[in-house]
């Protein structure tokens, strides 16, 4: 399974055809989480990913354990960041084992990638502390220019996954209906439904337009307040019974 997950590493570098919108989103939601979380928190991080989101939790929150199952991520980032203090852990999520628990536990653009997201929500849902929280994001497949797409004619299926979605390794589509469904399925509550990165055109589109910071942190505020139309989806969740 680790030269399974190592085969995408590729997608994960600024050579990919969607980071631009990569590097928005996963600069945009660490802060957001932050925003949200006071810093005197432990957190465990589900994946590296990228690493935006790993490199400014660690500098924040009290203490910072991240598990990812691909050891050529795992160096790229070290690499990258050797300063970095969080507490990485080469595992599988599936197998991933603890006695601690944690007061945050994020899921940055996780479940999309896994064989059964109920066994890995099941799983981790019990190394929440007491009152603890968890962030659950994922790609929306029916974000705003999705819809355009598919009111155009250019896309049959908002929730057929696409080219890049196959280079990430991505196995499925959510929409917010889906992805609320998904995390109670496995005895979560939902507390709170955002949307991370609103835009109306397609990437190369996008690109073209050369928008500003300003415009592009805009587009990330707006698409707080409309989850279904945004480009990725930010639920938190606590235990069903808290």
Not at 19 to 46: F, K, T, V
Not at 66 to 82: H, K, L
Not at 203 to 220: G, P
Request: charge should be negative; proline fraction near 4%; aromatic fraction near 10%.
């Amino acid at each position: 399974m680790n030269n399974t997950l190592d085969t995408y590493i590729a997608a994960y570098s600024d050579s990919f055809g969607y980071a631009y919108d990569n590097n928005i989103m996963l600069n945009w939601y660490p802060r957001r989480i932050m925003q949200l979380c006071g810093p005197q928190l432990s957190l465990l991080e589900l994946g590296i990913g990228h690493g935006f989101s790993t490199q400014r939790f660690s500098s924040y929150f009290r203490t910072h354990t991240v598990i990812d199952g691909s050891a050529s991520v795992i160096a790229q980032f070290q690499e990258q960041y050797p300063d970095c203090p969080a507490h990485i852990i080469e595992s599988y999520f599936e197998t991933f084992e603890t006695e601690q628990r944690f007061d945050l536990i994020v899921m940055g653009f996780v479940l999309e990638h896994v064989q059964d997201p109920q066994q890995v929500l099941r799983k981790f849902k019990q190394y929440l502390a007491p009152g603890g929280r968890c962030f659950v994001l994922v790609p929306n497949a029916q974000s705003l220019h999705r819809r355009f797409g598919h009111a155009a004619g250019l896309l049959d299926d908002m929730m057929t996954l696409g080219a890049g979605d196959h280079q990430l390794g991505h196995l499925r589509a959510y929409s917010l209906a889906t992805l609320t469904e998904e995390l109670e399925q496995a005895g979560l509550r939902v507390v709170r439904k955002e949307g991370l990165f609103l835009k109306p055109f397609m990437t190369s589109q996008m690109r073209s337009l050369n928008l500003s910071d300003n415009i592009t942190t805009a587009m990330c505020t707006v698409a707080i307040d409309y989850p279904e139309l945004s480009c990725a989806l930010m639920l938190e969740a606590t235990l069903a019974d808290q």
